[in-house]
């Protein structure tokens, strides 16, 4: 490993979010035009958590994936497929009775609902709404050609028009709920709005909704519980509204053409078509198929080209600075250039502190806006002293706003930091910097540390077993009263 002075930092952005989410017209519900996208992607889409009285969104909570690299350093993931596999749903956790489907499995408690109202100017009251919900519930168990739910379906959209009530921002809203209880509850308790979400689509499409539909493929090919996957069947529809043919007025739906270019790459491995498609897709607005076009150019599925790839990330943030991923990648870049110019030759140290600055503050960027293998880079340059002053407070606090949203690598570094028992690795190695960033005992708190190694513990691949691995050793330190020796190193492979 590199003296940790020349490192690079995190080399990935929002790993689990497989195509890029679209762009949202508002902050929790897409707008109804046809240049904007629906908040849904392929896979990774909006995730909303309850905090006090809203309903707020927030990062998804699995970003580790393999692989990884030691701790106290970077995880190198820049390589990794702009388009991971996605793995159909065909029935997670279970079958859904849609006969015993009741209003509390589908919509959140009435405080929330009015939120709902509110939020979207629904014409309608609470009980309105939840009346119109359970007419749907009652025939959801038929077959959609049933007379009977295709009569109870037609009332319920002329009703829902009549009360301006968007029955696609209604339909999304269920799903989100969905999300939030499922993850809340860890799956002991699931909650079933899938169904009555895709049932709520499906009615939008008869009513000649084009992101209903959209959205209605997204599920098809994904699967949700309740919701076999039919990726044949999503696919053909996501393709009708991204190349429609010649004689339709649809000149091709932007999301669903990101969506498109993400089943090229994915499921065809045809890169050239994926480029083709991300390309006409960030013409018409969607700047994520932009971001994923530079990663391609990072991660090999096209010719790399790190010129091509900062170009992309660039012409991203001119137009919505804001976009944490297209900074994240950014800073990325400029590590990387840093990696490479210190393998060739000792750098000028005033370019190099130049780089790590400008590195620093496009993580920083997008550290604010809750990306958080971002912010744990920025904790990373605190603790290192790189592009930044030495900091190890301000280390720890980002450090613990990325552990806790689940980032593994955060979740160690916060561990090591408070056993001050076992180096990581690189330091006290010839050439380190261990004078700079050695141990304070004072520091030292084994709560603490076995708090973050048990959170670490649980995530996936090595991160989850090194973590197992030092709690193990925390545990038996509290058992003894104390700590093990200081000066051993720590590898997570």
């Known amino acids: 490993m590199m003296s940790s002075n020349k490192a690079p930092f995190s080399t990935s952005a ?35 958590r309850i905090e006090g009285s809203k309903i707020v969104p927030v990062n998804p909570l699995d970003h580790v994936d393999s692989p990884i690299s030691p701790l106290f350093s970077e995880f190198g993931n820049h390589l990794k497929p702009s388009s991971p596999e996605v793995t159909p749903i065909k029935n997670k956790g279970g079958a859904v009775d849609l006969s015993e489907l009741t209003l509390k499995d589908v919509l959140p408690a009435d405080e929330f609902v009015q939120q709902l109202i509110t939020r979207n100017k629904f014409n309608m009251t609470v009980e309105e709404l939840k009346q119109e919900v359970q007419r749907l519930l009652d025939v959801l168990p038929l077959s959609e050609g049933d007379p009977v739910r295709v009569q109870a379906e037609k009332e319920f959209w002329k009703n829902c028009k009549a009360k301006e009530v968007d029955v696609y921002r209604l339909a999304s809203s269920i799903m989100q709920f969905t999300r939030v209880n499922n993850l809340i509850d860890e799956f002991d308790a699931l909650l079933d709005g899938a169904p009555m979400t895709l049932a709520m689509y499906k009615i939008g499409i008869d009513n000649g909704d084009f992101i209903a539909k959209y959205s209605y493929g997204i599920m098809l090919y994904r699967g949700a519980r309740g919701v076999p996957a039919d990726k044949a069947k999503g696919r053909a529809i996501i393709e009708s509204l991204a190349k429609p043919k010649i004689n339709s007025p649809l000149l091709g739906l932007p999301p669903a053409m990101a969506a498109l270019a993400g089943i090229y790459a994915r499921d065809d491995k045809n890169y050239e078509a994926a480029r083709d498609m991300y390309l006409a897709a960030s013409k018409k607005g969607i700047v994520e198929a932009r971001v994923a076009l530079g990663r391609m150019y990072l991660n090999g599925e096209l010719p790399v080209d790190h010129n091509m790839a900062r170009k992309c990330f660039e012409e991203v943030i001119k137009s919505e600075n804001d976009n944490a991923e297209a900074h994240f990648l950014l800073g990325t870049l400029d590590m990387m250039s840093l990696e490479k110019e210190s393998g060739e030759e000792e750098q000028d140290e005033g370019k190099r502190r130049s780089k790590q600055k400008s590195a620093f503050q496009h993580y920083q960027k997008a550290a604010s806006k809750g990306l958080p293998e971002a912010q744990y880079n920025v904790g990373l340059a605190y603790f290192r002293g790189q592009g930044v002053p030495k900091n190890d ?45 050695g141990w304070d005992p ?16 649980r995530r996936p691949g090595e991160v989850g077993l090194e973590g197992q691995r030092l709690k193990a050793k925390v545990d038996e330190a509290i058992k003894k009263g104390g700590g093990g020796r200081k000066g051993r190193f720590c590898t997570i492979m």
């Open 14 to 48: 929002s790993l689990k979010k497989k195509h890029p989410k679209t762009n949202r017209g508002g902050k929790d519900s897409p707008t109804k035009s046809s240049s904007m996208a629906a908040t849904e992607g392929v896979e990774g889409e909006v995730i909303y």
């Open 393 to 437: 407070a301000l280390a720890i606090e980002y450090w613990k706003m990325s552990g806790q949203q689940g980032f593994g690598l955060a979740q160690l570094s916060l561990g090591a930091y408070y056993f001050q028992d076992e180096q990581p690795e690189g330091q006290g190695e010839k050439g380190s910097a261990t004078t700079n960033q």
């Open 442 to 457: 004072s520091k030292k708190d084994l709560m603490q540390a076995q708090k973050w190694f048990t959170l670490a513990s």
